[in-house]
């Protein structure tokens, strides 16, 4: 009887460990597809077997293996940091070719070629009412157009900046989610695969946002460090970051948008830590390439650049030149103005000097000799005499601006399609290492549902046994 109780303890031990090894198939198939999660895997583990009345029942107990493999994952979060990184460049690059584009219908290339248009048509004739009119119509399209790019370049930072705050902001609350699980993790004695799916989950997402380095800790706890230096989650606890204005970045150039730094709980700069995901990506469009453009901290900016070298091209050749047919010359007008005191603001403070009338176009050189329509001549070779910035044409230097920009926005669209293509690898030995197969899991459940019934027959034939030899017992 001894024996019987004992091989029926371990029938029924079997049947535990059959049943859970199916809960553990079961939920790997409703999960199959859940963001994070890594295949469980139930082994079943033999049980020593004494045959003595205090000896081991028995059987087998079963085991979950999770297949997780930090290797796998942490390939995936590094791969999803570039990806972050070149994709967020892509988003913010855009609009900046709205703004420097060289085509005819552009604003600035066309106001600059109708500008000297104007002046070519009106040294023909320097004193045509109609001709200098259009210099002064030609004149102010240009400083329009120059108003216009500056107020959306300006946009375009205002908007960065604020994707800055809005990403920081991401990256504090992915880390307070990872807090909160590695204290879900610490207050859980058995592994939770459901909490280990949504922290991986939370990890690749955050991963995208900045770079990180996550070490595994004692019972499934992560630390998570910001570029791989500073604490963002250390067990139960949390370090936010914050992105700052960084005004004396600002010192040689007053009025400009100042940098962005991103500081630790601490305070501390780590800014230079943060070389991936889309955090990067802003921060690069915001301290590195719209400063070039519109200037920041120690730049004028290019745009600025131009706006000033035209103005003070065109006035200089207008203050020379004289308005007067003979002697005594009367000098004359600068045709544009623009607030020196902001170097930064130039361009958006371009415009045509105030009661500017044609009759104060001076279209003669004095000479000697004396030349009627010198000036206006000059005025009209301005942009192939190389009197832009750097010696170059005023429309060759945006052409550069441009080339600038268009050599971003191209790298930034090769990088990202090459990187969704290197994530995609990396998914996928990730699925290969740790996904749920539907198939395998099929053949699982269907070895395990027979195991349980011939567990089941052994009990059932043990109870018919039992019930026998209790009804050949004698009634007393």
């Known amino acids: 009887m001894g024996s019987l109780f004992s091989a029926l303890d371990s029938a029924g031990q079997s049947l535990q460990a059959f049943e859970r090894a199916m809960d553990v198939t079961e939920n790997n198939v409703t999960n199959a597809n859940s963001p994070g999660y890594a295949d469980q895997v139930p082994q079943m583990i033999s049980q020593s077997y004494q045959s003595n009345a205090d000896g081991v029942a028995g059987g087998v107990a079963e085991v979950t293996q999770d297949t997780r493999s930090t290797y796998a994952d942490t390939a995936v979060q590094q791969q999803m940091s570039l990806q972050g990184m070149y994709q967020q460049l892509q988003t913010t690059l855009a609009p900046l070719q709205n703004v420097f584009d060289v085509s005819s219908s552009s604003a600035i290339p066309s106001a600059l070629n109708q500008l000297f248009q104007s002046f070519s048509q009106w040294s023909t004739e320097p004193a045509n009412a109609n001709y200098q009119g259009a210099v002064i119509d030609a004149a102010q399209q240009v400083a329009s157009a120059f108003q216009q790019s500056a107020v959306q370049l300006g946009q375009i930072q205002t908007s960065t900046t604020q994707d800055i705050q809005s990403t920081v902001a991401q990256i504090n609350q992915d880390a307070t989610a990872i807090q909160s699980y590695n204290q879900q993790i610490a207050q859980n004695a058995q592994p939770n695969a459901g909490l280990s799916a949504q922290l991986e989950s939370t990890l690749e997402n955050l991963s995208g946002l900045a770079n990180i380095t996550v070490v595994k800790g004692i019972g499934g706890m992560v630390t998570v460090l910001l570029g791989g230096q500073t604490a963002l989650v250390e067990g139960t606890q949390v370090n936010d970051i914050q992105a700052v204005n960084n005004t004396a970045s600002n010192s040689g150039n007053a009025g400009a948008a100042p940098l962005i730094s991103i500081l630790d709980n601490d305070g501390n700069d780590v800014t230079g830590q943060i070389t991936a995901g889309s955090l990067a990506g802003l921060l690069s469009v915001s301290n590195n390439l719209l400063p070039s453009l519109i200037g920041g901290g120690q730049q004028v900016g290019g745009l600025n650049t131009l706006a000033q070298s035209l103005a003070d091209s065109v006035n200089a050749v207008l203050e020379q030149g004289t308005t007067s047919t003979s002697s005594p010359y009367q ?76 050599n971003a926005v191209n790298n930034a669209n090769t990088n990202a399609t090459a990187q969704s293509q290197l994530v995609a690898q990396a998914q996928s030995l990730q699925q290969q290492v740790s996904g749920v197969s539907l198939d395998e899991e099929a053949t699982r459940l269907v070895q395990l549902q027979s195991s349980y019934d011939a567990a089941s027959k052994v009990v059932t034939v043990i109870d018919d046994t039992l019930q026998t030899l209790m009804t050949m017992i004698p009634t007393p």
């Open 331 to 406: 000098a004359g007008t600068a045709l544009f103005t623009y607030n020196a005191a902001s170097p930064s603001g130039i361009a958006g403070t371009l415009a045509v000097a105030p009661g500017m009338t044609g009759s104060q176009l001076a279209a003669a050189s004095t000479g000697p000799p004396f030349v009627a329509n010198g000036a206006a001549n000059t005025l009209a070779g301005l942009d192939s005499s190389g009197s832009g910035p750097n010696g170059e044409g005023f429309t060759g230097y945006f052409a550069a601006l441009t080339a600038t920009v268009g």
